[in-house]
């Protein structure tokens, strides 16, 4: 019974758990050709036909296809530029989705403006399409604010750090959709890693129990910081739904169109009161899992350089290009709207005041509280203690 | 009782403090359609204490939810409610199962308010059947209020009486903070008039419960009674002690205790919550600072050990009784 | 956008759990006419074949069987011993596994005795299988302690009160077994109202995960106090495994054959490295939840009523007296030794002595601790106070 | 660092906090094969703050633990490791992530020894990095030690220095008892002198780290360095302060702490986290009781404000500095 008779005995999952803890891909089914995976898109830019879900793309226009190029283009531009920001030292952290754009502009583009999209940290993406300023989401990773936008201004709720308790924010919210009699739907995001969460459990019992009209979004990413998905899961996360009695879906992450057509196939049926769904957009972190990281650490380069392969953006692209939706003025012309999209980020972040001394007491409590004003008011003396003496 | 200001023999009627509550609630469902009762049985069976006894059937399962036994899913959903406009009252069966809700409660709820730089408001009240005396099993007896109290962007209340129990549930409803109602159970069967026209005081605001002079016992929910019969016993011995009915924990009332202080110059806090970190070293300290020159003793503390709440045949010797808070009084008025 | 407007959207699934909530048993299927379920023996005693699960029974002789009907016969006494002690005021507390005998009997015997046992508050037949003596189950409804039986004796576990958590101390000791090298496994009770705790949910994963030979017994005996099992759950629970990559399966939970071969089953599955298993055993709980509670408030008796023709004790002993496996004399020897228990019992708790009052102090910590020592002198300082002045 | 009796030069290295920390887990891993690391990103990353480098490709996978992303889960699965005899060591990424554990931390880890009248031990260790100052986001910079020190059956350190981080862990893998192990994330990068063969002090024992005579400044964790300079500067303008670094909140050493007292006769505590029933609380009502007679002043209590820990922008006014820890003292001493 000692520590080093563990070798005896040999179960079949750890000794393959092992073999594939982000050394190699080789045990991983590629996207392309996992039989599950809904894809509209190949990465070669070929669109495919599907007979499930061609029918919520069936009607999109040239002009459309363009907007889901451009949303990624300029999500992607605005996520460098914070990227950037942060090496200069502008802000203190940045959340990277560099190779989810086409999860999150899909997705985001499939809400209708009175649904209700409860992000991650990472859905710089989604908040574009919601027609959220990108330069007020920069606020929490510059340290001025913890989140700050007004979420029922564009109903995109503030950016949640601690993983999984969105979902259940999600669920009750969409209980609140049922009880008012309305037929907008709510799209929760999390992540791989997010799955193993009890809050995100209880948010699937609570919403099957209640029927409620929400969509669970996973960006099945590859990695939650270092551990690669094989440390939350044995099988795919779509399937978890099932045992809670609604269906689950896996679909290419990185497949603009695809991401469109489920959203818009899951957010229909929670309209109709058909209840929950889960949508696992199977795709990857291409960059750190936040400026903090370095993830030479921990995974293979081969693996992303695999992964780059099926660029939603590139892919894209390709479809535009051979099917004549898009010429060279308007690559030129976004390639100029991208850079002032960076221009006018790097100023808005540069401008961006500190906050003042007192807002530490500001919206504590909604209706106030003794002791916050105590507090403000031994702050505001202790303050005017330095100006009139200059200090120690 | 908030200072009742008027009060019209009719509407006032005698209720017990479960009674009150249910009562309270019920005028919240019917006054205002936003306002929502979640939590495991709270529906047909009416909550284990009965205290939403009847409310689902008049006003349907959609206003009053029977919810999956899950506690963190309990809040978290409630926030999702609030955030849509509702108002949830939700239910925690008893004090020990309140912690699988404890992130949802310390981190969202708490917090959220604030991430949103006052865009984003809670009216969540999250009622807590709490204490001991009930002759229970594990996880039913405990007193967990400093662990909410000692998190910003909550409030936490506990009333002592029907009256309060009922006007306080009123106003705890009414917030737009995130209330953590702390309902003393062993208390729930015993009876006050409750005036349900009366203007009630501030919700936050202490109450002299019986007035004195050689010494002050402050105390909120269900150590309430036993100071006064402690201050009824210690006025056989020629003592007079006042009684201060805190109600409210976060905001604290230094300003009422302080008064009472700076008038008997001594004081006994008293609380069924371990005494270690509990709400009476706050008191103490704050007090001490507030009246350094007035006390001729140091603030006293009578409250549980640091120990798990025991079983039902030890908890009269864990739990604050009269002996021990007399004996307090009588080390106080020792100094 | 009114509460009234509710009833507006209709979906299908609430008024379907509003018809059921705990008011027919129409809408729900009989145990023995779904197909899902495994069953060895009917409601009628006879014994049905099943290719699956025959084997892990075949070799069973009539003593044993006669043994399995001892166990419940006497685990129902014990148990009506228990309520009769709370009406009389000797116990607090009761909660009662009447209706449950088969599910507890059947997998406990299942176990071997290096195997560990995770269970709820309401196991008594599971800890009379272990060979914890009964009256030991009973100080923490008396309260004269909150457990306090040395688990390791008898590798049953304290009863776990808040719900779900003993799910993730069942897997971590599994881990353990795994990391020792040992072909042990474990066994981890909880209900039906359980299955949506978070913790739960967390157990499923890392059990998965680390293929550890845990194996879930979920005893779905329809209610969780007032909530029927649609407050739960809307699809079948045994399902709920799936979704987290091991199999699940429902057994006829009044049928001690079934629960045998099917906990039998699952826990080779488990010592053979093949990881966690989950078993819905499908009974009812006859009782009130516990001593403390009416279920006249929230359920008809034609319920219950229809559960009574499924009684687990009634089957075997329609089956052990129908192939002639027992005799009279075995059924009165047995009456005897179960009035014999009933007199132990109420005895030994009658004897309980009430605890020492220092005992608040013992155990709280096990190398000891300042304040816990500075707390017992004043305690005792105290106590010694009355003793020379008598009090006030 | 507890009284280092022997110390040989060729032991002692010089060390950051978090390396020692990392020494001292490899110490336990090598010397008793029972000891596990268990948390996120322990294992290949080695931490995110690498505490844990290089342990798992020394130890293997089955002995340092990449777990799912679920708290609860961690510290539930840790106890039933023990049950079976592991010693498990956890991390908690970060404080704000402690919340959806505390349920099975509270009700299960700290409670189960008394449950089982002592027949079952739970020697886990649960690791937070801890407090604010580095500029981070939301839920990354919190102090909750009060939470934890309120709950009994839990035993809670925090080192502030390489050397004591180093020892202390020994000593808290060797406890039989549950312990949450706060470490004071800013000064992870501080480097002391570790005497690996030095025979430390009782865990629980605090220490004083400079001798005065005006004034007592109690603290732990990341608030003992600050208080070392709030001396040295006192000490520039002749006031002669005496830091003591407490190391353990609970059992909290009350007997050094009025030692000094009754020397001082002024005592001001310093913590990061808020002043509304944080430890100082309890210091201060615990030691004016004892020391009511010594005490020339209120014990005063520098921490943070009642309010969720600000923006990285803000933290600088929100958290304990020099001057609001003089400022204090000054008023102290005004007395
Ligand atoms: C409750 C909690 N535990 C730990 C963390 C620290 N943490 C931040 S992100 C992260 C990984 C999340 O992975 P995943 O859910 O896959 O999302 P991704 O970052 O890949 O988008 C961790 C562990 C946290 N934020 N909250
Ligand atoms: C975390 C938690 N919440 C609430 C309770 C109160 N409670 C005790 S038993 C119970 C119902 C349990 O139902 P189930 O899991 O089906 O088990 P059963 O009682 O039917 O055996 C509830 C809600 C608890 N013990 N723990
Ligand atoms: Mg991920
Ligand atoms: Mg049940």
Redesign the interface.
């Given at each position: 019974?000692?520590?080093?008779?563990?070798?005896?005995?040999?179960?079949?999952?750890?000794a393959g758990?092992?073999s594939t803890?982000?050394k190699t891909t080789t045990a991983r089914k590629s996207p392309s050709t996992d039989p599950q995976l809904v894809q509209l898109l190949t990465p070669e830019g070929e669109r495919v036909k599907n007979a499930e879900y061609d029918e919520y793309v069936a009607g999109i226009t040239p002009d459309e296809l363009r907007g889901l190029y451009r949303d990624m283009v300029l999500t992607r531009r605005f996520d460098a530029e914070a990227t950037s920001l942060q090496r200069q030292g502008e802000l203190?952290?940045w959340a990277s989705l560099l190779g989810q754009e086409a999860a999150q502009i899909g997705s985001g583009r499939a809400t209708r403006e009175d649904d209700y999209v409860f992000p991650t940290y990472r859905e710089h993406g989604v908040a574009w399409c919601r027609g959220v300023d990108p330069t007020n989401l920069l606020?929490?990773?510059?340290?001025?604010?913890?989140?700050?936008?007004?979420?029922?201004s564009n109903n995109f709720?503030?950016y949640?750090?601690?993983?999984g308790?969105q979902?259940?924010?999600?669920?009750?919210?969409?209980?609140?959709?049922?009880?008012?009699?309305?037929?907008s739907a709510v799209i929760a995001y999390f992540g791989d890693?997010?799955?193993?969460?009890?809050?995100?459990?209880?948010?699937f019992?609570?919403s099957?129990?209640?029927?409620a009209p929400v969509v669970f979004f996973c960006q099945n990413n590859q990695w939650?910081?270092?551990?690669p998905t094989?440390?939350?899961?044995?099988?795919p996360l779509y399937?978890?739904?099932?045992?809670?009695?609604f269906p689950?879906v896996r679909v290419d992450g990185n497949d603009v169109l695809a991401c469109l057509a489920v959203t818009k196939w899951a957010l229909e049926r929670a309209r109709r009161?058909?209840?929950p769904t889960l949508v696992e957009a199977y795709t990857y972190r291409m960059g750190a899992h936040t400026t903090?990281?370095d993830p030479t650490?921990?995974r293979a380069d081969e693996e992303r350089e695999a992964w780059e392969a099926k660029d939603p953006i590139l892919r894209l692209r390709r479809y535009l290009e051979a099917s004549n939706h898009a010429d060279e003025g308007f690559f030129a012309e976004l390639e100029a709207e991208s850079e002032a999209l960076g221009k006018r980020v790097r100023e808005a972040v540069r401008a961006m005041p500190?906050?003042d001394?007192f807002?530490?007491?500001?919206?504590?409590?909604?209706?106030g509280?003794?002791?916050?004003d105590e507090?403000r008011a031994q702050?505001a003396a202790?303050q005017a203690?330095?100006a009139d003496e200059g200090?120690? | 009782m908030a200072e009742a200001v008027t009060s019209k023999a009719v509407t006032s009627k005698s209720m017990a403090l479960a009674k009150a509550i249910n009562e309270s609630l019920r005028r919240a469902l019917e006054s205002d359609p936003k306002v929502l009762i979640m939590g495991e049985d709270v529906g047909k069976l009416g909550g284990v204490f009965r205290v939403t006894d009847g409310l689902q059937k008049d006003f349907g399962e959609s206003r009053v939810i029977d919810t999956p036994l899950a506690e963190s899913g309990i809040v978290g959903t409630a926030i999702g409610l609030a955030l849509r406009g509702y108002r949830p009252v939700v239910e925690i069966q008893f004090d020990g199962f309140v912690f699988p809700a404890y992130d949802q409660i310390v981190t969202q709820l708490a917090k959220m308010h604030a991430r949103s730089l006052g865009k984003v408001k809670l009216p969540v009240v999250v009622r807590i059947p709490y204490g001991g005396g009930i002759g229970a099993v594990e996880h039913h007896s405990e007193s967990p209020e400093a662990l909410f109290a000692h998190v910003s962007g909550l409030k936490v209340v506990s009333p002592s009486n029907a009256s309060d129990a009922y006007w306080m549930m009123q106003q705890a409803i009414q917030s737009d903070d995130p209330v953590i109602f702390f309902e003393p159970k062993r208390r729930y069967w015993d009876k006050a008039e409750v005036n349900t026209e009366a203007i009630p005081g501030p919700l936050h605001k202490a109450q002299v419960v019986r007035e004195g002079t050689d010494l002050t016992l402050v105390a909120y929910g269900p150590m309430v009674k036993l100071c006064q019969e402690v201050a009824a016993a210690a006025a056989e011995e020629g003592k007079s002690l006042e009684v201060l009915d805190l109600r409210s924990i976060s905001p604290l009332d230094f300003d009422s205790v302080q008064a009472s202080v700076e008038k008997t110059r001594r004081l006994v806090v008293v609380h069924e919550a371990p005494v270690f970190l509990g709400s009476g070293a706050e008191i103490a300290a704050r007090i001490t600072e507030r009246c350094f020159y007035h006390l001729e003793a140091p603030v006293l503390r009578v409250g549980g050990y640091h120990a798990p709440y025991p079983p039902a045949r030890l908890e009269e010797e864990y739990l604050p009784g009269l002996d021990r808070v007399l004996d307090a009084v009588d080390r106080a008025l020792a100094y």
């Open positions: 019974m000692t520590v080093e008779s563990t070798a005896a005995r040999k179960p079949r999952r750890s758990t092992k803890a982000g203190g952290l606020g929490m990773f510059r340290g001025v604010n913890n989140g700050g936008w007004d979420p029922s709720h503030l949640t750090i601690v993983i308790s979902t259940l924010h999600a669920t009750g919210y969409a209980m609140g959709i049922t009880k008012d009699g309305a037929d890693g997010a799955s193993s969460q009890g809050d995100v459990a209880e948010s019992t609570f099957a129990v209640y029927n939650a910081i270092s551990e094989e440390k939350q899961t044995r099988v399937q978890r739904a099932q045992g809670f009695g689950g009161g058909e209840g903090s990281d650490k921990y500190d906050p001394h807002a530490i007491f500001e919206n504590v409590y909604a209706d509280h003794a002791l916050v507090e702050f202790y203690s330095f200090g120690h | -």
